[in-house]
């Protein structure tokens, strides 16, 4: 029997990556299982996702906890309780901490809406139509402690075009991050990612899609 690697998801809102997730595990290309979605929003459609599919959902409520420190030591405690091996923050909007970083040592990765390391933190799709880009796009990243920082594992590419909103491209974006999440967990589950110093070296490179950054943005402009 083929081993899953367990994957833990932090989600906040809509849950949209974490379905991108799910679908792809069950696909079976995946080779990993969804364990167990955790959310900070009792309100997080996310919830309804995890339940529709069997997957443990729990909501922790920040009032409940002293602290970050303490949030995140009932977080590291329920994502070991569920076996967890690798921490997908899948739109998760808390600032985590070293505790759950020490916890699990380069196996916390995050999915931004840019390409980093323009436009980190919050609303950076209005920042890259702020700032005139012609080129926006996702970045999946392992978590360090700044804020969206760490090492970067796979980009992805869109136009920026001239009648663009925050909702346009940010939906152009997402496209890509349904894409490009699920194939960094895929690089992972497979052991195929080395960090060294900010570099993310993916082993037998030519077998992932990441060029399709470049070709779907070549395919988009001329649409
Ligand atoms: C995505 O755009 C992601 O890049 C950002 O938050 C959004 C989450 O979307 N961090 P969803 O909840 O996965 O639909």
């Known amino acids: 029997m083929v081993t899953k690697l367990k994957v833990g998801v932090l989600a906040s809102g809509d849950g949209s990556n974490l379905q991108a997730i799910i679908d792809r595990s069950l696909s079976g290309d995946l080779l990993v299982e969804v364990v167990c979605v955790i959310t900070n929003r009792s309100a997080a459609f996310a919830l309804e996702r995890a339940k529709k599919h069997g997957i443990t959902a729990h909501y ?13 030591v009932a977080l590291v405690a329920l994502l070991r309780s569920h076996g967890v091996e690798l921490v997908v923050l899948a739109g998760f909007m808390r600032i985590i901490t070293r505790v759950l970083l020490n916890a699990f040592p380069l196996a916390v990765m995050n999915v931004h809406p840019a390409l980093l390391p323009s436009f980190p933190g919050l609303d950076a799709q209005r920042q890259a139509l702020d700032h005139g880009v012609k080129v926006a796009g996702c970045t999946v990243h392992f978590v360090d402690e700044g804020t969206d920082t ?22 152009r974006i997402l496209i890509q991050e349904h894409q490009a999440y699920p194939e960094a967990i895929r690089l992972f589950a497979q052991g195929r990612l080395k960090v060294e110093g900010r570099r993310v070296l993916i082993s037998d490179e030519h077998h992932s899609p990441l060029a399709h950054a470049s070709i779907s943005l070549s395919k988009e402009l001329k649409r």
């Open 150 to 171: 760490g090492p970067i594992i796979i980009q992805a590419a869109v136009p920026v075009l001239s009648d663009d909103t925050v909702e346009t491209l940010s939906g």
């Open 60 to 72: 922790l409520d920040y009032r409940d906890f002293s602290g970050r420190e303490a949030y995140d």
